[in-house]
């Protein structure tokens, strides 16, 4: 018998394959792209997708005020994976369900590269349909309720098509979202595509960026670091805020089930930003000065969703009230600024 010299037999059993070669072989029921997964709603909307084993998640993200961090329980994970691309450029992959989410979301950044946002917005869009087209795909996009613009009916239901400055330092964002919008219903009609389109309102929560220049996350920074809270006049006007977990609830509802949309997903709950400064003072720093300081052109003086397709379609309709919301996202900027509650 052939022999090569070593009589020495091994008892050890073979080494297990590592986990991501065993994912190569694993079968997903439905590969899940979120463009705009380093973001905040994304990345929770990430966390809440991979709860489902069944499920393969892969995020698109070109970091622009998304980050590797709000995604670093996922990384390394045998049903996850994270590419850095910008959805301007076609992206070639393989998906049953498209969230698109990619866009920066903040007026201050969608604000700072104008021409970027609308690219983002109009060829974004263009692409993750083009992709949808191939592949089949199911595509959500997450819309805006600055769509409505500047509302001259309140509150605004989906009927209404809005008051927009077609010219003005917002309109990057809000006619390219509208444009985004009109793309979706020219590929379902054209195309056959599978479209659902999310109209969002002001969304809060952990994971915002702390200086993202958002107003509950200034407030909230500002309230923890012993700051005034600059309250932009006239101060009376309103927003509806939504907490983050209730918003990606409402995405998920409306991506499974039977409606197109456009469907407003907010909190009907309605505030003056006065009011929104004051809660947050009563809650995380009673001692905090509130001032008033300039505004930016076109603020919106009045937002509030009619969520009744939304209660009636979907089943759905926010759970977490603003002052339960915040204490939560408090938390979780303290944490990151390394700043605790004082005694
Ligand atoms: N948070 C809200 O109140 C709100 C309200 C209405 C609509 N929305 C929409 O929801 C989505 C997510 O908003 P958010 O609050 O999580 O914002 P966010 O800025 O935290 O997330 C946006 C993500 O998109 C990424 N991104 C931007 N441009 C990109 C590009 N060209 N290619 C690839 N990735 C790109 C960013 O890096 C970031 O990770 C956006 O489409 C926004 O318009 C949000
Ligand atoms: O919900 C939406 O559809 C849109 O809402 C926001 O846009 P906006 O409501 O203007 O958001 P903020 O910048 O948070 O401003 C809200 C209000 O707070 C005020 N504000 C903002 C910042 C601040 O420090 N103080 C302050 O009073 C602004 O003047 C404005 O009236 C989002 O940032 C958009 O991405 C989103 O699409």
Redesign the pocket.
Known sequence: MASNGNNHVSTKPPPEPSPLRKAKFFQANMRILV????????SHLVDKLMQNEKNEVIV????????KDNLKQWIGHPRFELIR????EPLLIEVDQIYH??????PI?YKYNPV?TI??NVI?TLNMLGLAKRTGARILL?????VYGDPLMHPQDETYWGNVNPIGVRSC?DEG?RVAETLMFDYHRQHGIEIRIAR?????GPR??ID?G?VVSNFIAQAIRDEALTVQLPGTQTRSFCYVSDMVDGLMRLMEGDNTGPINIGNPGEFTMLELAENVKELINPEVKIITVENTPDDPQQRKPDITKAKELLGWEPKVKLRDGLPLMEEDFRGRLGISRKK
């Not at 698109?60 to 998304?66: H, I, M």
């Not at 989410?101 to 903040?106: N, R």
């Not at 969002?200 to 809060?204: A, K, V």
Request: proline share 2%.
């Open positions: 463009t705009g997964g380093a973001g905040f709603i994304g698109v993200d070109n970091y622009f005020t998304g980050s691309h910008d959805v301007t989410l990619a866009c920066p979301a903040s950044f970027k690219k983002t974004g997450t819309s805006t309720s600055e964002y979202k969002i309102f002001n969304t809060y915002m960026n993202d958002r």
